[in-house]
């Protein structure tokens, strides 16, 4: 991804309760590896219940924020609905993100399965090839990561749908 600078990332958030943006940590810019995400994501280690993911969606920076769920899904394998990994459970959340907007105000939010680390980015580069390997390494991650942008573009539109 392009890289953003802080207060781009703070501009950018859509679903921020007045003064979160603001308020918000910031991960260690200077140390991400942008030519390996598709989108920052970070959990605020003051209040482990909180995340924050940021990515480009077209052209404009769009930053969410979200709450993981207090209680883990229970023992097995779970699948982060972003990055499509198969994963033991305990290493995946439900997270929940405000509505933008009125719906937010009004206490509407929506949900989904997301690695609990927010590493999505990681992962799809780590993950061993299934049945994708009849392509090449660099054509599979590629793949990986144009449908981790698409997933993560359409949770955002159920985060800003009026
Ligand atoms: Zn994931």
Redesign the pocket.
């Known amino acids: 991804m392009r890289p953003l600078t802080e207060s781009e990332i703070r501009e950018s958030m859509v679903n921020a309760p007045a003064g979160e943006a603001a308020r918000m940590p910031m991960p260690g810019l200077h140390e991400v590896i942008w030519d390996e995400r598709e989108f920052l994501g970070w959990r605020d280690p003051q209040a482990p219940q909180r995340g924050y993911v940021v990515f480009w969606n077209d052209d404009e920076p769009v930053g969410l924020t979200l709450r993981a769920a207090e209680s883990q899904l229970p023992a097995g394998s779970a699948m982060?609905s972003?990055?499509q990994?198969l994963q033991p459970a305990s290493q995946v959340r439900m997270f929940s993100a405000r509505r933008a907007g009125e719906a937010g105000e009004r206490g509407n939010s929506v949900g989904t399965y997301?690695?609990a680390d927010l590493?999505?980015s990681t992962?799809i580069r780590m993950r061993a090839p299934g049945t994708e390997l009849r392509h090449d390494p660099g054509e599979v991650v590629a793949h990986r990561a144009a449908g981790l942008t698409q997933r993560l573009a359409s949770f955002t539109e159920r985060v800003v749908a009026a």
């Open positions: 982060c972003l990055c990994t997301i690695c590493g999505c992962l």
